[in-house]
């Protein structure tokens, strides 16, 4: 599948699988809405299709969802979103296996579950309410708790994909132990890690890995969902719902939220440059990492999506990046690298 883009934007390769994607790619965890024990507090089904709608109009893609968003009502979205769309404008679709939820008690944690024969039953699900005869990339979305080893669900994941079932198979939230273990039974398509200015570990050892082996790293979350979109404020932090996952993470709260947002601010300036926000620099400081394929931003609505649209064509220069580099040392925000080696 192939997108006709109306805004030109770059197409890169997603490591050795064959797809050119945008640089960034519609994140689809939000519009899974708030009855989950992770969800993002209530949304609009039909501001979420309208966002999906004006992404993929714009040249966004691909789309990034998971079995466990919304427990399957994220793919479900998504798959209205795309009725009646033209084959030549159809993106890719991103989603992911592993993290099971009870329907019955939608407020538990899913578990983490890695047994072959549940993988196979999550693929037939996501297939069905994808409304597709096969996944563009399928990914274990954690590692288990359940006692599989990576060995047992990676073979599973391969063995879909030389069924035709998906076209692609990554991992995401593994580390670079388990990137070597899965590699040596099948190549590791792609990685889906948390990198923005505030979480950066995974710059360390996982995104050098991947540009050695040739595996597209699409991160999540480069605006630490939300807290350097440069629209997030104490205030906010501390009225945000209780079916808001953030209202319960230590990054929303006290000293940490301080300096996350004194990060933010310190974004600004370099925004104000190029006329875009404090966010679409974050967004553009995750994607010149060395490594880093493309970056996934979630929106609640049209008007998100062109709030961060620029993010797909901005590329920030070396003094620009030092800056965030600076900045990032000085506010003591987040953990990691502050700049990648020379």
Same mark, same amino acid.
Not at 227 to 241: H, I, V
């Given at each position: 599948?192939?997108l006709s ?9 997603l ?13 689809a ?10 969800? #993002?507090? *209530?949304?609009?089904?039909a501001?979420?299709?309208?966002a999906?709608?004006?992404?993929? %109009?714009?040249?966004i &893609?691909?789309?990034? =969802?998971a079995?466990?968003?919304?427990l !399957?009502?994220?793919?479900e979205v998504?798959?209205?979103? +795309?009725?009646?769309?033209?084959h030549?404008?159809? *993106?890719?679709?991103f989603?992911?296996c592993g /993290? ?5 008690h939608?407020?538990e944690?899913p ?8 993988i ?11 409304q597709?005869?096969q ?6 979305h954690w590692p288990?708790?359940d006692g599989? $080893?990576?060995?047992?669900? #990676?073979?599973? +994941? +391969?063995d ?10 990554g991992?995401? &939230?593994?580390d ?10 099948g190549?590791?398509?792609t990685?889906?890690? $948390?990198f923005?200015?505030?979480?950066r570990?995974?710059?360390v050892?996982?995104? $050098? #890995?991947?540009?050695?082996? %040739? =595996?597209?790293v699409i /991160?999540?979350?480069?605006m ?5 979109s ?11 719902? $209780?079916?808001? #996952?953030?209202?319960r993470? %230590?990054?929303?709260?006290g ?13 600004r ?11 679409v620099?974050?967004?553009a400081w995750? +994607?010149?990492w *060395?490594?880093v394929?493309?970056?996934?931003v ?10 961060w649209? *620029? ?5 920030l220069?070396?003094?620009e990046?030092? =800056?965030?580099?600076s900045a990032?040392e000085?506010t !003591? ?7 990648a080696?020379d």
């Amino acid at each position: 599948m192939s997108l006709s883009s109306n805004q030109g934007f770059q197409k890169v390769p997603l490591g050795r699988t064959g797809m050119l994607i945008s640089r960034v790619g519609f994140g689809a965890w939000a519009v899974g809405g708030g009855d989950w024990s992770v969800g #993002w507090g *209530p949304q609009d089904d039909a501001a979420s299709i309208a966002a999906i709608r004006y992404a993929v %109009e714009q040249g966004i &893609n691909w789309i990034d =969802t998971a079995a466990a968003y919304g427990l !399957g009502h994220s793919e479900e979205v998504v798959a209205k979103a +795309l009725e009646g769309l033209p084959h030549s404008m159809r *993106p890719f679709l991103f989603t992911k296996c592993g /993290v099971v939820g009870d329907l019955a008690h939608r407020q538990e944690m899913p578990k983490r579950i890695g047994r072959p024969k549940s993988i196979r039953e999550e693929v037939e699900q996501s297939l069905r309410r994808l409304q597709v005869d096969q996944i563009d990339l399928y990914q274990m979305h954690w590692p288990p708790q359940d006692g599989t $080893p990576i060995e047992e669900y #990676w073979q599973t +994941l +391969l063995d879909l994909k030389r069924e035709g079932k998906v076209r692609a198979v990554g991992l995401s &939230n593994h580390d670079v132990d388990s990137l070597r273990r899965a590699e040596c039974l099948g190549h590791v398509d792609t990685l889906q890690p $948390p990198f923005s200015a505030i979480q950066r570990q995974s710059a360390v050892s996982e995104i $050098p #890995w991947c540009a050695t082996h %040739e =595996t597209g790293v699409i /991160v999540y979350s480069p605006m630490q969902s939300g807290l350097l979109s440069g629209r997030f404020n104490a205030e906010r932090a501390a009225s945000l719902p $209780p079916s808001d #996952w953030r209202s319960r993470s %230590e990054e929303f709260r006290g000293e940490k939220l301080a300096r996350n947002l004194a990060l933010a601010e310190a974004l600004r300036p370099i925004g104000r440059t190029h006329q875009v926000s404090a966010g679409v620099v974050a967004i553009a400081w995750s +994607l010149a990492w *060395p490594g880093v394929t493309g970056a996934i931003v979630g929106a609640r609505s049209a008007e998100q999506v062109r709030g961060w649209l *620029p993010a797909c064509s901005l590329h920030l220069s070396e003094a620009e990046l030092e =800056t965030v580099s600076s900045a990032i040392e000085s506010t !003591g925000a987040g953990y990691g690298l502050s700049r990648a080696a020379d």
